[in-house]
């Protein structure tokens, strides 16, 4: 079945270093991908996305570009903020019909000092 | 902006009770679903729920599981007899269109 793959936690950075949380994928046909964003108390929130191939995400400084040839979407920001700290969960849709299911990662830590 | 509402925020039962976990959509959204985190694992699909029926549940979703909507504005996910392998953090999330999620922040249950 589909899966998501990314970097084990937690990734320890100082502020304003460059950042890269690897994501690779498995599934059958041509899903969409994600990037969620948890900050500590709230939800999942969608940081961005990318429907189709070469198609490159982008949201406050991050970005993601969806690779078909080597089935990855690595989430990348140049210069991290210690309001960056989170979790930060990969995922891709596996279309179904008349909704949306996602098949998520196992989420990767994001700590970000001063 | 609209939000997700879960309560509570975290609740601890013993193993064998029943828990009603509480969810408020967003008032105009017509997809609901049931996800949860185990510790340190991968966030999984539990069930999505549309004009007031399950339309898809995956292999976790056993016959201790039920979702409900039973006012129009909450919808609730009930463990029956809960087991120590169900303590997890537990999202709901709401779609206007099927596509396009909104999640609540969680609740995490704590069976022991």
């Known amino acids: 079945g589909d899966s998501v793959t990314q970097m084990e936690g937690p990734v320890t950075l100082s502020e304003e270093a460059f950042l890269t949380i690897n994501c690779t994928y498995t599934a059958t046909g041509y899903p969409s991908l994600f990037w969620y964003v948890q900050y500590p108390g709230e939800g999942l929130q969608l940081l961005l996305k990318a429907t189709k191939a070469d198609d490159k995400g982008s949201n406050k400084g991050f970005e993601a570009t969806y690779r078909k040839e080597t089935t990855s979407f690595h989430l990348e920001k140049g210069s991290v903020q210690v309001s960056d700290s989170a979790v930060y969960f990969c995922?891709?849709?596996?279309?179904?019909?008349?909704?949306?299911?996602?098949?998520f990662g196992t989420g990767t830590r994001l700590l970000v000092s001063p | 902006e609209p939000e997700v509402t879960q309560t509570p925020s975290h609740q601890v039962t013993q193993m064998g009770q029943e828990v009603i976990l509480r969810c408020v959509p967003i008032s105009n959204h017509l997809y609901f679903y049931w996800y949860r985190q185990i510790l340190g694992q991968k966030v999984e699909f539990l069930v999505s729920?549309?004009?007031?029926?399950?339309?898809?549940k995956s292999e976790i979703f056993d016959d201790q599981f039920s979702v409900e909507r039973p006012d129009g504005s909450n919808f609730t996910l009930k463990i029956r007899s809960t087991k120590l392998e169900d303590s997890a953090m537990y999202f709901c999330?709401?779609?206007?269109?099927?596509?396009?999620?909104?999640f609540g922040s969680g609740t995490r249950l704590t069976v022991v």
């Open positions: 995922a891709l849709s596996s279309m179904n019909t008349g909704f949306q299911k996602l098949v």
């Open positions: 999330a709401s779609s206007q269109t099927g596509y396009g999620y909104t």
């Open positions: 729920f549309y004009n007031n029926e399950i339309s898809e």
